[in-house]
């Protein structure tokens, strides 16, 4: 099962910023977060990662809370093309098998 | 573009049929992965290569048959598929051992069982 727990959906103006939360209560020292997006019928695409400090990317910015037991992904400018389910998932970093269990993750509608 | 390519695109077979699904990274990664995604379903990972090694197998029917000749190259071959095999079938790849754990996936291919 996914250590994660995501709404199953938000709704988003275009134009504003995504703020997608996470619940990794049960998250162990070695593990990550990790955030994947799939649009309809593409195969995931990996946007972020993170351990504990909060991290930035051309896609997004990752905020972890001080516990480790919650995280958001920020998208800050939302266009229509970030409509999409995003995934949320803890993995440890640089494991042998690099295995990612994907929970059922939020859709996110951006609407115009 | 992801670097990892997937063929068929979209494949219908009879439950009799034997079919192949290929998939190839061109990223100089370690480690593949296939997936199956149901219709309103999580993703389940199927099998894992690591270093053209199975590590992982998580229970699924023997009429799916992984084969990872060579570190690029991943094939699913099927057979006596039945309908509720119909799903989304993506592989993906990653660099193991050395790093994050960020995979890279293909497209997919679509796959009805009549």
């Known amino acids: 099962d996914a250590k994660t727990t995501q709404p199953p959906s938000m709704d988003c103006a275009e134009g504003r910023a995504a703020n997608l939360p996470c619940n990794h209560s049960?998250?162990?020292?070695?593990?990550?977060v990790y955030w994947y997006r799939q649009i309809h019928s593409q195969g995931p695409q990996y946007i972020i990662h993170?351990?504990?400090n909060n991290e930035t990317n051309e896609m997004a910015s990752l905020i972890i809370t001080e516990d480790r037991k919650s995280s958001t992904l920020i998208l800050p400018h939302a266009t229509l093309r970030d409509t999409a389910v995003y995934y949320c998932?803890?993995?440890?970093?640089?494991?042998?098998?690099?295995?990612?269990?994907f929970g059922k993750g939020t859709k996110l509608s951006v609407k115009p | 573009e992801t670097g990892v390519t997937q063929t068929p695109r979209h494949l219908v077979m009879g439950m009799t049929n034997k079919k192949s699904l290929k998939c190839e990274q061109h990223l100089g990664h370690n480690a593949m992965y296939w997936y199956k995604q149901s219709a309103k379903k999580p993703l389940e990972l199927m099998f894992v290569?690591?270093?053209?090694?199975?590590?992982e197998n998580n229970s699924v029917p023997s009429r799916f048959s992984p084969e990872c000749p060579n570190s690029s190259h991943l094939f699913l071959h099927l057979h006596t598929l039945q309908p509720e095999d119909s799903a989304l079938y993506l592989c993906a790849s990653s660099q193991v051992g050395q790093g994050d754990n960020e995979q890279f996936f293909g497209p997919g291919t679509r796959l009805t069982v009549l």
């Open positions: 998932i803890v993995s440890k970093f640089g494991g042998s098998q690099g295995n990612l269990i």
């Open positions: 993170g351990l504990k």
């Open positions: 049960t998250i162990s020292g070695n593990e990550y």
């Open positions: 290569y690591s270093l053209e090694e199975r590590v």
